[in-house]
């Protein structure tokens, strides 16, 4: 099969006879189980159904692949029971043997498999025997589809149902945008995810744009403290000598203030590289570094 969500088959081998179009306003409501009493292809079938006035919708080859023969929305004639033509769907199965006769385990699979699209495309309902999926010797006196109704019947229906199953898990399966959106939408105490993340988002900026501002602004008070002791702008490695005698006390005790204001120790020779203060505390600091400097140049 080559799809089994849109019914698309292998092999299309529609019959120009021996069919009735449309279903006189019926709708479908069963599938029908038909074995071939023979290994019959697709071919096979198509050319049998030239002379002889019977047809199917779908033949499953003995090595699982599926035709389509009759469209689903034209009445085959395979039940021996025109009520029952005119709602069912007719598939008929290829026998790999004929004393006793049975049908390969691919064209179980596929078949079972086949009854389950079927069941899930018509809403059929999960396929049971003898409520959605009937022997053709139910409406008919004939050995018809012989293992299928008897020595595998059990299997082929449990796959059936195996089938339906997963392909109802499948739909009911969110998709991608539907997690999404629940988790976008999830209520915590109150509160929906999106509110938390958004507000995260504005929340990291703001301390972002304060860091950015912080560090400017600290950067201006240690230039201008490298300037007043002749250290060149672009020298990132000498550290300005405190006891040097052009400092003075006035600059120690500016660098004293910006390192108690930075956490770091008296007695740590590190300098601050980094600053956590409200923007007028900053203010504050930089009109006073600036007085100070100025005052003592």
Known sequence: MQD??????????LLNTHYTPGRAGRTVDKIVL????????????????????????????????????????????????WDANLTSIGIEHADVSTSPWLISQATLDNGAHLVAALCHHYGLGR?????????HNHFQATACPASIA???????????????????????????????NAV??????????????????????????IAQRNDGRLARMLMSLKRY????????TTVPDLNNSM??????RITLMLKRLCGIPDDDTTLPDTITLSDTQLDAIADRVATRLKGNA
Not at 4 to 13: G, H, K
Not at 48 to 53: D, E, F, K, N, S
């Open 127 to 135: 396929p049971e025997w003898l409520v959605n999926v009937y022997p």
């Open 229 to 236: 002791t002749g250290i060149p702008d672009d020298d990132t």
């Open 184 to 209: 976008w939408n999830f209520d915590q105490n109150g509160v929906l995810m999106r509110d938390r993340v958004q507000g995260t988002d504005t929340a990291a900026n703001k301390t972002l744009a």
């Open 150 to 180: 008897d020595t595998q019947r059990d299997e082929y229906m449990r796959r059936a149902q195996e089938y339906y199953d997963q392909i109802q898990g499948e739909d009911n399966m969110p998709t991608a945008q539907e997690i999404a």
């Open 247 to 252: 400092t003075g006390d006035r600059v120690r």
């Open 34 to 81: 038909h074995h071939n009493a023979g290994n019959l292809s697709i071919p096979d079938c198509w050319n049998v159904w030239q002379t002889r006035a019977a047809s199917a919708h779908y033949q499953v080859d003995a090595n699982g692949r599926i035709g389509r023969l009759v469209n689903d929305t034209d009445t085959a004639w395979h039940s021996g029971d």
């Open 4 to 13: 089994w969500n849109t019914l698309a088959t292998d092999e299309t081998m």
